[in-house]
């Protein structure tokens, strides 16, 4: 079980390390996947997950999020 945070728009002025901070606070992520600013939510360019669907996430220097079912 992992986290999927969308991105924040630009606005916000939410960088990577503030993202960083808040998710090294939560000790209910400590040992999860965590992957942000992913193109989903109130953005643009924006994608749609589907609700009860599964999917494969790999954090580090190569992210990726794969919808494997919906």
Not at 7 to 28: E, I, K, N, T, Y
Not at 30 to 48: A, E, I, S, W, Y
């Amino acid at each position: 079980m992992g986290l999927v945070i969308g991105r924040f728009q630009r606005a916000s002025q939410v960088g990577h390390q503030d993202l960083s901070d808040l998710v090294a606070r939560l000790p209910a992520l400590r040992g999860k996947p965590v992957l942000g600013n992913v193109d989903f939510g109130h953005t643009n360019p924006q994608v749609t997950f589907p609700i009860g669907g599964r999917a494969r996430m790999m954090v580090g220097d190569d992210a990726t999020l794969n919808i494997t079912q919906h």
